[in-house]
């Protein structure tokens, strides 16, 4: 059963992961900084207070974690049967080294030797995989060496986190702002860098991020 504790130890480890403090992460999804102090977690007469799932949803969101990998930060799957000890494993690819031939087939899996693994619990399909981060274009929330976990069998909608290669070879991550039946557009969160707007026709795959180990 899960406790008080534990959920709030979920919430520092999913903080450590994608190196912020409570407050940055607070921040980050878009609510009060004080949310998860420690002083929250308590009341005035010393019952002990839950997070609202509110905020835990906006927490995931921002992060781009699932509710699945927030549990294995609590503990929860160690409670729940000992998970850990048959962690599956999903197979892991530099970003830089995506773009090659030879790694994918044409429906965006993966295909091929090369590839190493990462493990992750409880991911949703055969078909995910791991690539691993190059470059600054999604700071702050994806850095240089985080592994992004992605699903080619998930629908991809605007808003949505997304890794998508061209047929010229090249890989990125990005954010889709905008699809049409003619073009996408691509955001990066650096704001260093300009939108990317591509013809369908450019584009081999695009696939959803689903999940961030950092």
Known sequence: MLSHRAIWDGIDALARRHGHSVSALAKLAGLDATAFNVSKRVSKDGRERWPSTESISKILDATGESFDTFLAGTGAFMQFGGAAANTPTVPLLGLAQAGSGGFF??????????????????????????????????????????????????????????????????????ILARQSARQIELHSLNPAYEPRILDISQVEWIARIIWASQ
């Open 105 to 174: 087939d044409s429906a965006g899996f993966p295909a091929g030797q090369g590839w190493d693994e990462i493990a992750l619990p409880s991911p949703g399909d055969n078909g995910i995989y791991a690539l691993e981060v190059t470059g600054d274009s999604m700071e702050p929330l994806y850095r240089e060496g985080d592994r992004i976990v992605v699903s080619p069998t998930e629908q991809v909608r605007r808003g949505d986190r997304v890794v998508v290669k061209t047929r010229d070879g090249e890989v990125m991550a990005k």
